[in-house]
């Protein structure tokens, strides 16, 4: 069996994984990356970038669909070849999943393709195409991932059920989708395959969708589901399935008593759960918090030597959370004196419109004992949000309401994802309401929102009423 030894070996090549790989081998950390399948990790091929892709498409087509209130009249409805689509996906995916394996490269990072599993703590076996390989380390970096969780009764191994990565690969438009799960996943999902043209029902266990966001902003995405005409059905259990003559028949219970869907596909959107099952994590002795490892503010196990990154460790399962713990993790691997003390991850929902959150969000200032003042700023309002014809939402800024110190944002928009950025800058700097206010945003951007609502927190708003 062929031994190889390095300074550091990274377990997995995910947004978490590469990234430390990459830093690493900056910093002359000799390193070696294992991936077992996807280079770039789940995100990039069947994730984060390709969901996003064929979200854009459903965006787009909507957009031509009603772009006549512009006077931008369309001789008839716009037909998806799905096929040509797909391949555009793909394209996408390729670029940026080369990309990985060139940054590796460039920056002396050895990689390896094959299934890895502890034999101690610093000593692997990893199972490649040529047969066992022996891989011994002085640190182990486990970036092993997540997947989705299957529930019972819903297997992937049957043609009628998918799983987030079956669905991104469908080569047809279905007629009819089944959604259980009406979390971001789920919505995400659901609600760009509605805007393709198919008739999707969401069933979700709470009672709402999104459970935990900020409620205004729920109410929007549920108004925008209703309007793509998503069927909604919350507190409301998923049974199981059977093949009827023209599809699936989906079962599921609410209060009203048992009813069933007709679909062509059922999608299970129920959450991911770590990959730390895939490696004989055992072997090392690391301390778990149920199927999760244990680490502290840099990155470090209860095994010297052995690090733990992104989705397989606690706390949010959120790609930009893997790759910023993956750099400090190699600042540490290679000695310097680097911690994880992010006072806040951003995270995004892309329905439509997209949710975005940075801090507290209302409710959980309010839970934590603050009392707040909150600045809203409807979409409405913003000029720039007008000329897109797209004013669905708002830009909330929750301060504290003894010392107008930034709490939290929520944005519940068209763009949301790239207005979050400032936001969670504000967060990440302890700002006060008019560090944002009282600097000058440009004009007429959808930015003048969250300055705007950030006025509106302590009164000083002009372009609204202050309340």
Sequence with gaps: METKSYTAVVLGAGPGGYPCAIRLGQLGVKTLVIEREYWGGVCLNVGCIPSKALITAGKRV???????????????????????????????????TGGVRTLLKANKVDMLNGNARFVSPKVLEVQTAEGLVRVEAE????????????????????????DSTGALALPLIPARLAVIGGGYIGLEMGGMFAKLGTAVTVIEAADQVLPGFDVDAVKVIERRLKKDKVKVVTKAKALGWEESETGALLHYETAAGKQSVEVDYVLVTVGRRPNTDTCN???????????????????????????????????????????????????????????????????????????ATAGLMEHEAKAQGYTVKVGKMPYAAIGRALTTNDTDGFIKVIVDAANHRVLGVTICGSHASDLISEAALAVEMDCEALDIGLTIHPHPTLGEGLMEAAKAAIGQAVHILNT
């Design 62 to 96: 909507e957009e031509i669909t009603h772009a006549g209130v512009m006077g931008i009249e369309v001789a008839s409805a716009p037909v998806v070849n799905m096929t040509k689509l797909q391949a555009w996906k793909g394209s996408v995916v390729n670029k940026l």
């Design 139 to 162: 640190n182990v970096i486990v970036a092993v991932g997540s997947r989705p969780i299957e529930i019972p009764g819903f297997s992937t191994k049957d043609a009628r059920v998918l």
């Design 281 to 355: 994590l055992e072997a090392t002795g690391v301390a778990m918090e149920g199927r999760f490892i244990r680490t502290d503010s840099q990155l470090k196990t209860s095994v010297p030597g052995i690090y733990a990154i992104g989705d397989c460790t606690t706390g949010l399962m959120l790609a930009h959370k893997a790759t910023h713990e993956g750099e400090v993790c190699a600042e540490v691997v290679a000695g310097h004196n680097a911690h994880n003390v992010a006072k806040t991850v951003p995270a995004v929902v892309f329905t439509d419109p997209e949710i």
